[in-house]
């Protein structure tokens, strides 16, 4: 069974930054690309960023190409997402997920394990 546990999120003013942590457990982490998605009250939960599994390729949602920054250390298990220069309409929970599928991926369905999310929120 794989597990994935987030951290990192919190309040935090317009502007500023976090920095969004995900361990996953349970199998072998390079097997899996990983994404972070997010959702906001009453809405869908979106895409937000991916990276494939060695790093290679990351992918961006265009509503924050430039400010956040997706990567991983394959040897501690761990994907991160660096969030700069947030806006209060960047406040949503955020969940990390993770594919078999390799690749560097926007599409929910390819996400088999999810985290339990963890909330942002930017004040303006």
């Known amino acids: 069974q794989v597990q994935l546990v987030e951290s990192g999120g919190g309040l935090v003013q317009a502007g500023g930054s976090l920095r969004l942590s995900c361990v996953v457990s349970g199998r072998t982490f390079s097997n899996y690309a990983m994404g972070w998605f997010r959702q906001a009250p009453g809405k869908e939960r979106e895409f937000v960023a991916a990276?494939?599994?060695?790093?290679?390729?990351?992918y961006y949602t265009d509503s924050v190409k430039g400010r956040f920054t997706v990567s991983r250390t394959n040897s501690k298990n761990t994907a991160y997402l660096q969030m700069s220069s947030l806006k209060p309409e960047d406040t949503a929970v955020y969940y990390c997920a993770a594919s078999l599928y390799g690749g560097a991926v926007a599409t929910l369905t390819r996400y088999t394990y999810w985290g339990q999310g963890t909330q942002v929120t930017v004040s303006s």
């Open positions: 990276i494939s599994s060695f790093g290679g390729n990351t």
